[in-house]
């Protein structure tokens, strides 16, 4: 009996630990008129011209204010920190500072501080991986060689004029180039950055509606209002707390226990639940990414003339609206064009210039690949990354679709890649000789963002190598044009070449979910679909 | 003893260099190259990609960077991340504690409420408390960590309401306990298997008969003498579990939200860092070393017929 006794006592003293955190437990921070959200650790170093991933790029946001900004609901870039930005040739610029504005610790923000941080982002000595950004503008090939080391340090196409205006000469014409001056990489930096670089990285200071307070990597940042903060989009709460977590689902489940107020990345597993959970409470509206398949066209197997019916065809024999149903619950959308619906009309979006090419038609597209001489060898494969984003699924999803277009159960399989690092190693050297996924995220919105860097002859991130005269003549003269109207329908026009040529099949364009708790109000996604936690209300 | 002691010591030498220049050739050997992957789906960068390669000397011959790695590690420099220029040694400091503590409330766990279980069940084999022990051991060893840090989740957190579903504080022990118990859970119906399985052997053995015919009470027959004979398998199995319990918590620590060891290696494999990952695992690596020479100093101690010279 003394072993039962014993026994029961550990039952007693395991139950009374439960009671006690029990009673402990539910005790989470986040004071009132805190937004708790969810995060990830940014990978990189929290500097505006090195964070080129959304993570880093939720904070930025909220602790810098550029020259422009982005509306957060249509996406149009408007004066922030710029007064006027002019131009009679559409490359010299002469931008104008407005008065007023200050960095958090008191420093005046002059042109200096712009000119400052873009030298530096743009120098080579200094690693930052946003520095290609800086590529439009006159001497950027001195401070940043393709190899060798750097044969100036800063950048000649840039000059102080006085302590409200610099002057920026860009290598080319480039008319929407001011339009892009909302991306963080263009921000400015107060001298401390450059004084005392270490002690900056640990609590940046910046120019936007928010301090950050304290910064545990790994674990969780909390940012607080800056109550003397000069623009017009002041924080409609207290602060937010920003915390990390390595799996998406794991933050759903304390948005329900009412852990965490802000979730912007809904789990798969979740979605068919969601509605039901949030109700009104869920967002899912487009972000400017894009999933297309490249075609290696620099392959003659696949560039050769009359090739293009059979990509034509391809397009054809997907059905994207089965797969954005079924797979993604409508989180994505069919694609008709190469850009994305959060440019909105004024970043120069038009839906279905695609045409014919990507409306699903099985009977049409088997006729096109047939009359195109069929397959280069007979069948194809798509290759991806299959670590994140359901690609396996979608994948095995298109392969069936073209089967059964063509047929043939053999006509299409995937070959997925295990890492993300493996995958774009292989893209970038070439070894692709089928199909393979592109993804494309915009950096700014505008049309121009999504076509030149991915289709113009030997662009940045042209990995299939298309290369098309006609259509760089048209994204020269769309640079060169006086107004976004007439340059957007020129890219436009572009675009249709891409509908002939079909270098990439545009698959769907990716929405951005969102789910928060009851306590918070007036939640939206920006185009980037990073939520503008500005404006977000508690209680 | 002090000699032994000494001896595997000196032993875990070459076991360091060795299990070091395995994994560091393992991390090199994956496809991909971490520094390309930084820049995402973006346009790359040669030039920039060639600096950072060159700033972290990862354009070294493979020997170098290995002798590099070694003679920094001498100094008590665990290398430099490669996307976020941290210095190794700070993710470690951060996420080492995190990990002790969840494995210690785990370990601690295992073995009182593990030896308690298989006590009683060996004391009464075959009878009725012994087949509930049987099938709950069997229950737990059959069903994955994750389902079962799913159910606490739901049932403990969401239905309950008791405690929190994730760690918010990874110092706050009510917090680490359903997490602990989910991790601690297999080596427990372990330990409860082992234990019970021993001592219903040794009830049966020459000096337990001994001990109770020398007319001393059952406390100290069970207690002392059954108990210290019985554990010496059990002690085996908890010094390698150890181990386990550090390194093998990757799939708790992402279900509870803990920033713990077993976080650091699956985000640094995904990201090919292979200085944190040849760092975490040569520590783990350590550990392993160190608590199997502890355990086979307990032999000594429970055994006193075992000897080191």
């Keep these: 009996m003394r072993g039962v006794a014993r026994a029961r006592w550990v039952v007693c003293a395991l139950s009374v630990a439960l009671v006690a955190s029990g009673c402990g437990g539910g005790g989470s921070s986040g004071g009132s ?54 131009t009679s040739d559409q490359q010299n610029f002469t931008v104008t500072v407005k008065d007023g504005w200050t960095f958090s610790n008191g420093e005046k923000i002059t042109s200096k501080s712009f000119v400052d941080a873009w030298n530096y982002a743009a120098l080579v000595d200094n690693k930052q991986k946003n520095a290609s950004f800086f590529a439009y503008v006159d001497g950027y090939d001195k401070v940043h060689p393709t190899s060798g080391t750097a044969t100036a340090k800063t950048l000649s ?211 096109l690949i047939q009359d195109g001489g069929g397959l280069p060898g007979g069948r194809i494969t798509l290759t991806s990354n299959v670590d994140t984003g359901s690609h396996r699924v979608w994948m095995d999803a298109v392969c069936n679709s073209i089967n059964n277009a063509l047929g043939n159960d053999r006509a299409c399989t995937v070959n997925p890649i295990g890492t993300f690092a493996d995958f774009r190693a292989q893209t970038t050297e070439q070894r692709m000789t089928n199909p393979f996924r592109s993804g494309w995220q915009m950096d700014y919105p505008l049309i ?30 769309a640079n060169a044009e006086s107004s976004a109207d007439k340059a957007n329908a020129k890219f436009q026009d572009a675009e249709k070449i891409l509908a002939e040529q079909m270098p990439a099949i545009p698959l769907w364009y990716q929405n951005g979910s969102a789910g928060y708790s009851e306590r918070l109000s007036d939640v939206t996604l920006n185009p980037f679909s990073v939520p503008v936690y500005e404006q977000i209300k508690v209680g | 003893m002090g000699r032994y002691v000494a001896r595997r010591l000196l032993q875990m030498i070459p076991v360091f260099l060795g299990s070091t220049l395995l994994i560091f050739l393992m991390m090199h050997a994956l496809p991909g190259d971490p520094v390309r992957a930084m820049w995402g789906e973006q346009a790359i960068d040669p030039s920039q990609i060639a600096r950072v390669k060159h700033d972290l000397g990862l354009d070294l011959p493979l020997w170098h960077q290995y002798w590099n790695y070694l003679s920094g590690l001498f100094q008590g420099d665990f290398g430099t991340q490669i996307a976020s220029q941290r210095p190794v040694a700070d993710v470690i400091a951060d996420a080492f504690p995190v990990t002790i503590r969840l494995a210690l409330f785990a370990f601690v766990f295992t073995v009182v409420v593990g030896i308690s279980l298989g006590v009683l069940a060996g004391l009464r084999a075959d009878r009725l408390l012994d087949k509930g022990v049987l099938f709950f051991t069997l229950l737990l060893v059959s069903v994955p960590s994750f389902v079962l840090g799913y159910a606490f989740q739901f049932l403990f957190a969401m239905k309950l309401g008791w405690l929190t579903p994730t760690v918010q504080n990874s110092e706050d022990f009510g917090q680490l306990f359903m997490p602990a118990i989910v991790l601690g859970s297999l080596s427990l119906a372990y330990v409860t298997r082992l234990t019970r399985t021993s001592i219903a052997e040794n009830l049966r053995a020459d000096y337990i008969r001994t001990a109770v015919a020398k007319g001393l009470p059952r406390r100290r027959v069970v207690g002392v003498h059954l108990l210290r004979n019985s554990l010496i398998p059990v002690v085996t199995f908890l010094g390698t579990d150890l181990g386990a319990l550090l390194g093998g918590a990757v799939v708790t620590e992402g279900i509870f939200n803990i920033n713990g060891v077993g976080r650091v290696i699956y985000e640094a494999l995904n990201r090919h860092e292979g200085s944190t990952v040849t760092g975490v695992v040569t520590l783990l690596v350590i550990v392993y070393l160190l608590a199997s020479l502890i355990v086979d100093l307990l032999y000594a101690v429970l055994d006193p017929r075992i000897r080191y010279a």
Excluded at chain 1, 449 to 476: E, H, I, R, W
């Design chain 1, 33 to 86: 008129g805190v937004v708790r959200a969810s995060w990830g650790d940014p990978q990189n170093q929290l500097e505006p011209a090195n964070t080129n991933e959304v993570q880093g790029g939720k904070v930025l946001d909220m602790i810098f204010r550029g020259l422009k900004r982005y509306d957060p609901r249509s996406g149009a870039a408007e004066n922030m920190l710029a007064d006027k930005i002019e």
């Design chain 1, 448 to 477: 121009q963002n999504f076509l030149q860097p991915l289709y113009y002859t030997d662009a940045s991130s042209n990995y299939g190598k298309f290369s098309d005269p006609k259509f760089d003549n048209l994204v020269d003269e």
């Design chain 1, 157 to 367: 196409g840039l000059s102080v004029k006085d302590d409200r205006t610099f002057t920026v000469k860009l290598r080319t014409k480039f008319s929407t180039w001011p339009d892009t001056l909302g991306y963080v990489a263009y921000a400015p930096l107060p001298a401390a950055f450059f004084e005392n670089h270490a002690a900056w990285l640990k609590k940046p200071v910046g120019n936007g509606p928010y301090l950050v307070d304290s910064y545990d990597k790994g674990s969780s940042m909390k940012l607080s209002k800056w109550d003397a903060y000069p623009g017009p989009d002041k924080a409609q709460n207290s602060g937010v707390e920003l915390r990390v977590y390595t799996d998406n689902n794991t933050a759903y489940t304390d948005l329900q226990a009412g852990n965490l107020d802000l979730v912007d990345d809904i789990p798969s597993a979740q979605l068919k639940n969601v509605k039901n959970d949030l109700g009104d409470r869920y967002i899912n509206q487009p972000a400017g990414i894009i999933q297309t398949l490249a075609f290696p066209m620099y392959d003659p197997a696949w560039s050769k003339s009359g090739l293009e019916k059979v990509r034509r065809g391809l397009s054809m024999a997907i059905n994207r609206d089965q797969i954005t149903d079924q797979i993604y619950r409508k989180t994505r959308t069919p694609a008709t064009d190469w850009t994305s619906p959060a440019l909105g009309d004024k970043g120069g979006y038009k839906a279905g210039l695609c045409g014919d090419a990507c409306k699903y038609d099985a009977t049409a597209a088997k006729k």
